[in-house]
């Protein structure tokens, strides 16, 4: 099955540490976004990837960082500078970057206290 | 500055009625993307439909139809003969040709009950 797993579901941390959430995806895709989802709002974007060995900040960037070393794995480090990290979290991908839907993992909720 | 507006925050209908989601958006660009996208309770966002801005031709897909409308911003979705399974908070997105940022409303529940 074709698709975006992200892992895992629910995640737990102490104020302080920084955690990194996974994301894959087996549909051969070349853009990757991280998204941000608080309750009652829309996404909001961390960070994108269009190639391997590249990527950018979105809107909310602060606070994260990103890798893309292989063209399937996406992760996002939530750092303890992010003054607020408790949120879902979506990783989403495209077949290239720019005109083409975005097709979404699960998601990860973080829950940091 | 490009903007989507979800005015409808909650919607309750009964099985079988229709219902409308609203979905008014803004931008200077002349040719864009207009999205809807479907979350169920499990939270993982499911794509419906991407609409070109020069294609204004209503759309229907089964049940669900889309309309719209450049004179007015909207792109609005209708559901028909609700189900029970159509519970969700949908979503609608902007996006520019060429630009990878996705600019999503704040979304509308629907709860369709029995």
């Known amino acids: 099955d074709g698709g975006i797993t992200q892992s895992p579901k629910y995640l737990f941390r102490k104020e302080g540490q920084n955690v990194t959430l996974s994301c894959e995806q087996n549909?051969?895709?070349?853009?990757m976004y991280w998204y941000r989802q608080d309750p009652g709002q829309g996404l909001r974007l961390i960070y994108y990837?269009?190639?391997?060995?590249?990527?950018q900040k979105g809107d909310i960037a602060e606070g994260y960082s990103v890798s893309r070393e292989k063209k399937e794995s996406f992760p996002l480090t939530v750092t303890s500078a992010q003054k607020n990290p408790t949120a879902f979290y979506l990783c989403?991908?495209?077949?290239?970057?720019?005109?083409?839907?975005?097709?979404f993992g699960p998601g990860t909720r973080l829950t940091v206290t | 500055a490009q903007k989507v507006t979800q005015a409808q925050t909650e919607i309750s209908v009964v099985e079988k009625e229709d219902v409308t989601l609203d979905c008014v958006y803004e931008?200077?660009?002349?040719?864009?993307?207009l999205f809807w996208y479907k979350q169920p309770p499990s939270g993982e966002l499911v794509f419906l439909i991407r609409r070109n801005s020069f294609d204004e031709q209503n759309e229907i897909s089964g049940r669900y139809s889309w309309n719209f409308q450049k004179s007015t911003s909207s792109f609005n979705f209708t559901i028909t003969a609700s189900q029970v399974v159509d519970s969700a908070v949908y979503f609608c997105a902007l996006s520019g040709v060429g630009t990878d940022k996705l600019i999503f409303g704040t979304g509308t529940r629907l709860q369709v009950f029995p």
């Open positions: 549909l051969n895709h070349d853009a």
């Open positions: 989403a991908s495209s077949i290239v970057a720019g005109d083409y839907e975005q097709y």
């Open positions: 931008t200077r660009d002349t040719t864009y993307y």
């Open positions: 990837s269009q190639i391997v060995n590249d990527f």
